[in-house]
């Protein structure tokens, strides 16, 4: 799928682009910021919406990609949405994923990665809080 080689192939895009930052030119650094700031979803636009975030041309843009070892933007998309996928597949990012800053169990619990039993008020109840199920 990507034209990686050696360590590479099994790093992250945002790994490549931090690792190969001092390899880029100054605009390349503008979309690799950009990118970063945004990650992933600052690259799964055009390369036209990427570039105008970035500050630059659509050109370096593309050159940015080929730069990181992708044979194209398209590519370099697939590699976002895999990311995504695998992340979203992961049972580690999904009870991550399962507290939202917009919803009411949005604070964490020192015991579990977020609160079960929201408390009407935005907050959540404590598993002694909350009422014992019916039988």
């Given at each position: 799928m990507t034209a990686v080689t050696g360590a590479g192939a099994s790093s992250s895009v945002a790994e490549r682009i931090r690792s190969r930052m001092g390899q880029l030119?100054?605009?390349e650094r503008k979309?690799?910021?950009a990118l970063l700031a945004h990650y992933p979803s600052a690259g799964?636009?055009?390369t036209h919406e990427l570039a105008q975030r970035a500050g630059v041309s659509a050109l370096?843009?593309?050159?940015?990609?080929?730069h990181l070892d992708f044979d194209g933007y398209k590519q370099f998309q697939q590699a976002l949405r895999d990311e995504v996928q695998e992340r979203r597949a992961s049972p580690l990012m999904a009870s991550a994923t399962a507290c939202?800053?917009?919803s009411p169990c949005a604070t964490p619990r020192p015991?579990?990665?977020c609160c079960s039993t929201p408390d009407g008020r935005g907050?959540?109840?404590s598993s002694a809080d909350a009422s014992p199920p019916a039988s």
């Open positions: 030119s100054a605009g979309v690799a910021r799964l636009g055009s370096t843009v593309v050159r940015f990609v080929a939202t800053s917009t015991a579990s990665p907050g959540c109840r």
